[in-house]
């Protein structure tokens, strides 16, 4: 059962515009959520993160927002490049700080179109 | 920021044969360090985890004989794939993270291709 869910596959934007990447997850016991950058065969890059205890975090173009409620995270990325296009994946870990394993969704592909 | 590299990028074995994947943590130590693996337009699977001087810790269904790990410095860990076969073609990624901290930091993959 994946306990970290992005239910879309794929996402097209308009540069300039705003994306929005979702993300759910099932295990209430996360603590830390992390999301990371991917392009075709090469290894995931880390973009921006956010602890539990936070329900927004931003660096510049990016943001993440948190809503433990809901179980749900978003990343925000404003305004979008063509460059920014790839394989966006969410990720929690629920071990602290301790061996810090990483849940991964399936990833999100996100196109921006000049 | 942390830079984690993989060797070789790319490589090409017989069945049959074993191949070894280096992952390196260049400038951090890094206490411990995950092999992923990932199969085409999937996500990434972890396969283990291992600390620096001890054993690794395999994910369920992932053979620990068949992966051979071993994580003998703060920069260093390897994985060998032996007795490799074709089903054992895949992009494998090496990630490390230091102390405490919650952020793995991933190498740039490894392509297996097993003919």
């Known amino acids: 059962d994946q306990q970290v869910k992005q239910n879309s596959p794929s996402l097209s934007v308009q540069e300039g515009r705003i994306s929005i990447l979702n993300c759910d997850y099932t295990n209430s016991m996360f603590d830390y959520f992390l999301w990371y950058k991917k392009y075709p065969a090469e290894g995931p890059t880390f973009l921006i993160s956010i602890s539990s205890i936070k329900d927004k975090n931003e660096d510049g173009r990016f943001t993440v927002f948190l809503n433990k409620s809901a179980k749900h995270l978003s990343l925000h990325i404003v305004p979008s490049q063509p460059g920014d296009s790839a394989v966006y994946f969410c990720a929690a870990s629920e071990y602290g700080g301790s061996q810090g394993n990483l849940i991964f969704g399936k990833g999100t592909k996100l196109s921006v179109k000049p | 920021g942390a830079v984690v590299s993989q060797h070789p990028s790319w490589v090409i074995c017989k069945s049959g044969t074993s191949v070894k994947i280096e992952c390196r943590s260049l400038?951090?130590?890094?206490?411990?360090m995950f092999w992923y693996r990932q199969f085409p337009k999937q996500s990434l699977m972890l396969m283990a985890t291992s600390n620096e001087g001890s054993k690794a810790t395999y994910e369920q269904g992932v053979e620990k004989d068949k992966f051979l790990i071993n994580h003998a410095s703060l920069t260093l860990s390897t994985l060998t794939v032996t007795s490799a076969h074709p089903e054992d073609s895949s992009f494998y990624i090496c990630?490390?993270?230091?102390?405490?901290?919650?952020?793995?930091?991933f190498g740039p993959g490894t392509r297996l291709t097993v003919t």
């Open positions: 400038d951090f130590q890094a206490t411990t």
């Open positions: 990630s490390a993270k230091g102390g405490l901290v919650y952020e793995q930091y």
